[in-house]
């Protein structure tokens, strides 16, 4: 028999405007304390559930897929990376899996350019300046001398949506715009960017200042920055990742940032998923590079439409149609 609702359950904490929707709409029971749960914790909430709303905290493997209720038919991602979902083993256990792409394009633009700016211009280090006693010597000539961005060359991987809305930001900043991909984009696409193609990321990274990281994680782009291709980029040059921590060898770059040939990087995202690579937390101390705690769609406004997002996908599943945003495995088309 078919319930009147979907009973959903929701794994962390959403804003209060989405958790009170989810609630007139659908039988919703929500994770309370809002602490990443354990696997059995995760299975054991969703025991009777048709929709598991789950967010980038919660792994959910192929072993997790087999436990979860029989009842259990989607998985709605809150968020556009699904490197925590094996897509794969779910849609072989017939469960449906959606994401939440192209709400988070914008914020996530201004967050790359922030981090762009905040290396170059030593914008971490000067304001903790003030804080550590509460004095200052004043302005020098020759005092907290950074780079400045116009006339730099930004090398963006991935021109997709988030990519193209970096270089948009990019250029007004005065840089001229790169990119690799699979594919060249159309003249409608590079003509307004000024944007220059290059088909390899090799001949790409030795002919930029900055390198920023604009992928999904794919078989295909695991460690896509390798420890030869970071050896490839400019002495002095820069790496921006606001993407997939998966993309960098992160070793590899502590070791190009330890011995000055690159000058710097600021990264949003981090390879080791249960705390920070050591190294890079001792360049950041240092002043060498700049971490951020997964900001980079960090808005209240972006969380209420990735949660308006997450209530379309499970409302057009349950009228029996493809939700807009599903995600197939690799490989696979709708078509």
Known sequence: MTRARPRVFVTRRLPDIVEERMAALFDTRFNIGDDPLER???????????????????RIDADLIASLPASLRLIAQFGNG???????????????????????????????????LSVPRRLVEGAQVLLEDGTWSGWSPTWMLGQRLTGKALGIVGLGRIGTAVARRAKAFGLSIHYCGRTRKPPQVEEPLGATWWPSIEEMLGAVDI???????????????????????????????????????ENALADLVETG???GAALDVFEHKRG????????????????TPHMGSATLESRIEMGE??????RTFFDGH??????????????
């Open 276 to 291: 920070v690579n050591p190294r890079l937390l001792d360049l950041a101390r240092a002043h060498r590079i700049v971490l």
């Open 40 to 58: 059995m914790a995760l299975v054991s909430n969703a025991h009777d559930c048709d929709v598991l709303v789950s967010s980038i905290t919660d």
């Open 322 to 335: 493809t939700p807009p945003h599903r995600v197939l495995p690799e490989g696979q088309s709708l078509i």
């Open 309 to 314: 997002t997450v209530i379309v996908n499970i």
């Open 261 to 263: 040939h690159l000058s």
């Open 82 to 116: 699904i490197d925590n979902v094996n897509v794969e083993a779910a849609h072989a256990a017939g469960i449906t899996v959606t994401n939440t792409p192209s709400v988070l394009t914008e914020d996530t633009a201004d967050m790359a350019m922030a981090l762009m």
């Open 211 to 249: 390198v920023s990281l604009h992928t999904p994680h794919t078989r295909d782009t695991f460690h896509i920055l390798s420890a030869e291709r970071l050896g490839r980029m400019k002495k002095g040059a820069v790496l921006v990742n606001i993407s997939r921590p998966d993309l960098v060898d």
